[in-house]
Protein backbone atom coordinates (compact mmCIF):
# COMPACT_ATOMS: atom_id res chain seq x y z
CA UNK A 1 0.00 0.00 0.00
CA UNK A 2 1.27 3.01 -1.03
CA UNK A 3 2.24 6.04 1.94
CA UNK A 4 0.85 9.02 2.13
CA UNK A 5 3.08 11.53 -0.40
CA UNK A 6 4.15 14.54 0.01
CA UNK A 7 5.71 17.96 -2.11
CA UNK A 8 7.98 19.36 -2.43
CA UNK A 9 10.12 17.84 0.51
CA UNK A 10 12.16 21.12 0.84
CA UNK A 11 11.59 24.26 0.46
CA UNK A 12 13.82 27.70 0.48
CA UNK A 13 11.74 30.64 0.12
CA UNK A 14 12.61 34.53 0.98
CA UNK A 15 10.09 36.26 3.43
CA UNK A 16 7.26 37.82 1.82
CA UNK A 17 7.01 35.18 -1.24
CA UNK A 18 4.07 32.36 -1.32
CA UNK A 19 4.78 28.86 -1.49
CA UNK A 20 2.74 25.86 -1.94
CA UNK A 21 2.71 22.48 -0.47
CA UNK A 22 1.21 19.45 -2.27
CA UNK A 23 -0.52 16.36 -0.64
CA UNK A 24 -1.45 12.68 -1.83
CA UNK A 25 -3.04 10.54 0.99
CA UNK A 26 -3.58 6.99 0.97
CA UNK A 27 -6.43 5.77 -0.66
CA UNK A 28 -9.38 5.80 0.46
CA UNK A 29 -8.40 7.51 3.48
CA UNK A 30 -11.19 10.23 3.51
CA UNK A 31 -9.91 12.71 6.51
CA UNK A 32 -6.73 14.59 6.14
CA UNK A 33 -4.58 16.36 8.15
CA UNK A 34 -1.88 19.18 7.57
CA UNK A 35 0.21 19.66 10.77
CA UNK A 36 3.17 22.58 11.55
CA UNK A 37 6.45 21.34 13.10
CA UNK A 38 8.42 24.30 14.48
CA UNK A 39 12.04 22.52 15.12
CA UNK A 40 12.36 21.42 18.77
CA UNK A 41 7.95 21.03 19.27
CA UNK A 42 5.50 18.51 18.53
CA UNK A 43 2.91 18.77 15.69
CA UNK A 44 0.54 21.29 15.50
CA UNK A 45 -2.62 20.79 13.90
CA UNK A 46 -3.69 23.56 11.24
CA UNK A 47 -6.65 22.54 9.54
CA UNK A 48 -8.59 18.83 9.34
CA UNK A 49 -10.87 17.78 5.88
CA UNK A 50 -13.31 15.03 5.38
CA UNK A 51 -13.72 14.32 2.06
CA UNK A 52 -13.54 18.08 0.42
CA UNK A 53 -15.22 19.52 3.45
CA UNK A 54 -13.18 21.41 6.45
CA UNK A 55 -14.30 19.94 10.16
CA UNK A 56 -11.29 21.98 11.73
CA UNK A 57 -9.26 25.23 10.86
CA UNK A 58 -9.32 27.36 14.30
CA UNK A 59 -5.71 27.09 14.21
CA UNK A 60 -5.00 27.84 10.73
CA UNK A 61 -3.32 31.55 10.20
CA UNK A 62 -6.41 32.50 7.59
CA UNK A 63 -4.79 35.75 6.91
CA UNK A 64 -1.92 34.08 5.40
CA UNK A 65 -2.64 30.48 5.07
CA UNK A 66 -5.01 28.42 2.95
CA UNK A 67 -5.63 24.98 2.09
CA UNK A 68 -7.78 23.26 0.37
CA UNK A 69 -8.88 19.47 -0.62
CA UNK A 70 -11.05 19.49 -4.33
CA UNK A 71 -12.61 16.19 -4.99
CA UNK A 72 -11.76 15.04 -1.42
CA UNK A 73 -8.66 13.19 -2.64
CA UNK A 74 -5.32 15.31 -3.00
CA UNK A 75 -4.74 18.90 -0.89
CA UNK A 76 -2.44 22.22 -0.88
CA UNK A 77 -1.84 24.33 1.68
CA UNK A 78 -0.55 27.75 1.07
CA UNK A 79 1.10 30.26 2.98
CA UNK A 80 1.24 34.17 1.09
CA UNK A 81 3.14 35.92 2.05
CA UNK A 82 5.43 34.20 4.23
CA UNK A 83 7.44 35.08 7.74
CA UNK A 84 10.58 34.18 8.95
CA UNK A 85 8.00 32.39 11.47
CA UNK A 86 6.99 30.06 9.34
CA UNK A 87 9.82 28.15 8.82
CA UNK A 88 8.88 24.74 9.64
CA UNK A 89 8.02 21.37 8.75
CA UNK A 90 4.55 20.61 7.01
CA UNK A 91 3.06 17.40 7.54
CA UNK A 92 0.10 15.81 6.06
CA UNK A 93 -1.39 12.82 7.51
CA UNK A 94 -4.61 11.03 6.36
CA UNK A 95 -6.58 8.32 8.17
CA UNK A 96 -10.04 6.74 7.91
CA UNK A 97 -13.35 8.62 8.91
CA UNK A 98 -15.59 7.67 11.45
CA UNK A 99 -13.19 4.95 13.31
CA UNK A 100 -11.67 7.19 15.86
CA UNK A 101 -8.68 4.91 15.83
CA UNK A 102 -6.48 7.78 15.90
CA UNK A 103 -4.07 6.13 13.55
CA UNK A 104 -3.34 8.50 11.15
CA UNK A 105 -0.82 8.04 8.73
CA UNK A 106 1.88 10.66 8.01
CA UNK A 107 4.25 12.10 5.06
CA UNK A 108 7.34 12.40 4.90
CA UNK A 109 6.65 16.49 5.26
CA UNK A 110 7.96 19.24 3.53
CA UNK A 111 10.44 21.56 4.96
CA UNK A 112 10.25 24.88 4.80
CA UNK A 113 12.74 27.70 5.24
CA UNK A 114 12.20 31.07 5.11
CA UNK A 115 15.12 33.73 4.81
CA UNK B 1 -6.91 22.99 28.00
CA UNK B 2 -5.66 19.45 26.66
CA UNK B 3 -1.89 19.15 26.96
CA UNK B 4 0.60 17.08 27.18
CA UNK B 5 4.31 17.17 29.05
CA UNK B 6 7.25 15.07 28.24
CA UNK B 7 10.30 16.24 30.63
CA UNK B 8 13.07 15.27 28.86
CA UNK B 9 14.31 17.01 25.69
CA UNK B 10 17.13 14.29 24.76
CA UNK B 11 18.14 11.53 25.89
CA UNK B 12 21.14 9.15 25.61
CA UNK B 13 21.28 4.89 26.38
CA UNK B 14 23.92 2.73 25.42
CA UNK B 15 22.48 -0.42 22.99
CA UNK B 16 21.33 -3.40 25.07
CA UNK B 17 20.19 -1.15 27.77
CA UNK B 18 16.29 -0.52 28.84
CA UNK B 19 14.81 2.30 27.95
CA UNK B 20 12.01 4.35 29.67
CA UNK B 21 10.34 7.76 28.29
CA UNK B 22 8.12 9.91 30.09
CA UNK B 23 5.12 11.67 29.59
CA UNK B 24 2.19 13.58 31.21
CA UNK B 25 -0.63 14.61 30.35
CA UNK B 26 -3.35 17.24 31.25
CA UNK B 27 -7.34 16.38 30.68
CA UNK B 28 -10.72 16.74 32.18
CA UNK B 29 -11.83 13.36 31.38
CA UNK B 30 -10.52 10.05 30.68
CA UNK B 31 -7.50 10.56 27.49
CA UNK B 32 -6.89 8.44 24.49
CA UNK B 33 -3.09 8.10 24.75
CA UNK B 34 -0.63 7.35 21.79
CA UNK B 35 3.60 7.50 21.19
CA UNK B 36 4.74 7.72 18.12
CA UNK B 37 8.06 7.94 16.81
CA UNK B 38 9.42 9.95 13.65
CA UNK B 39 12.27 8.44 12.40
CA UNK B 40 14.98 11.10 10.60
CA UNK B 41 13.68 12.69 7.33
CA UNK B 42 10.27 10.34 7.89
CA UNK B 43 6.88 10.87 9.08
CA UNK B 44 5.45 10.23 12.34
CA UNK B 45 4.50 6.41 12.84
CA UNK B 46 2.21 5.05 15.32
CA UNK B 47 3.99 2.93 18.43
CA UNK B 48 1.19 1.92 20.56
CA UNK B 49 -2.47 3.74 21.56
CA UNK B 50 -4.13 3.29 24.74
CA UNK B 51 -8.15 3.51 25.02
CA UNK B 52 -9.35 1.54 28.02
CA UNK B 53 -8.92 -1.71 29.63
CA UNK B 54 -5.59 -3.11 30.55
CA UNK B 55 -3.25 0.00 31.45
CA UNK B 56 0.00 -1.98 30.15
CA UNK B 57 -0.18 -1.76 26.15
CA UNK B 58 2.29 -3.65 23.49
CA UNK B 59 3.30 -2.14 20.66
CA UNK B 60 5.08 -2.56 18.37
CA UNK B 61 8.86 -3.05 17.64
CA UNK B 62 8.79 -4.46 21.31
CA UNK B 63 7.90 -1.14 22.82
CA UNK B 64 5.65 -1.00 25.86
CA UNK B 65 3.28 1.86 27.74
CA UNK B 66 1.98 2.02 30.98
CA UNK B 67 -1.15 4.03 31.61
CA UNK B 68 -1.06 5.33 35.39
CA UNK B 69 -4.23 7.42 36.43
CA UNK B 70 -3.17 8.68 39.56
CA UNK B 71 0.25 10.00 38.21
CA UNK B 72 -1.74 11.35 34.74
CA UNK B 73 1.33 9.86 32.90
CA UNK B 74 1.60 7.24 29.90
CA UNK B 75 5.28 6.41 30.10
CA UNK B 76 6.97 4.34 27.28
CA UNK B 77 9.65 1.74 27.96
CA UNK B 78 11.52 -1.00 25.81
CA UNK B 79 14.17 -3.44 28.12
CA UNK B 80 16.40 -3.67 25.33
CA UNK B 81 17.50 -0.92 23.11
CA UNK B 82 18.54 -1.81 19.74
CA UNK B 83 20.71 0.92 17.54
CA UNK B 84 17.44 1.37 15.41
CA UNK B 85 15.62 2.90 17.73
CA UNK B 86 17.47 6.10 17.47
CA UNK B 87 14.89 8.61 16.65
CA UNK B 88 12.56 11.34 18.30
CA UNK B 89 9.29 10.35 20.00
CA UNK B 90 6.07 11.48 20.96
CA UNK B 91 3.45 11.55 22.83
CA UNK B 92 0.12 12.18 22.26
CA UNK B 93 -3.41 12.76 23.78
CA UNK B 94 -6.49 12.59 21.75
CA UNK B 95 -10.21 13.87 23.01
CA UNK B 96 -12.29 10.88 22.47
CA UNK B 97 -14.50 10.68 19.78
CA UNK B 98 -12.42 13.38 17.47
CA UNK B 99 -10.14 11.79 15.86
CA UNK B 100 -7.54 15.06 16.84
CA UNK B 101 -4.20 14.58 18.11
CA UNK B 102 -2.50 17.18 20.84
CA UNK B 103 1.36 15.89 20.48
CA UNK B 104 4.17 16.91 23.26
CA UNK B 105 7.41 18.10 22.72
CA UNK B 106 9.28 14.98 21.65
CA UNK B 107 11.98 13.13 22.90
CA UNK B 108 14.91 12.60 21.38
CA UNK B 109 16.74 8.97 21.74
CA UNK B 110 20.14 9.13 21.02
CA UNK B 111 22.06 5.47 21.14
CA UNK B 112 25.30 4.25 21.61
CA UNK B 113 26.56 1.28 20.25
Known amino acids: EAGVAQSPRYKIIEKRQSVAFWCNPISGHATLYWYQQILGQGPKLLIQFQNNGVVDDSQLPKDRFSAERLKGVDSTLKIQPAKLEDSAVYLC?????????????FGPGTRLTVT | AQSVTQPDIHITVSEGASLELRCNYSYGATPYLFWYVQSPGQGLQLLLK??????LVQGIKGFEAEFKRSQSSFNLRKPSVHWSDAAEYFC???????????FGTGTRLQVFP
Open chain 2, 50 to 55: YFSGDT
Open chain 1, 93 to 105: ASSLPGTYSYEQY
Open chain 2, 92 to 102: AVGPPDTDKLI
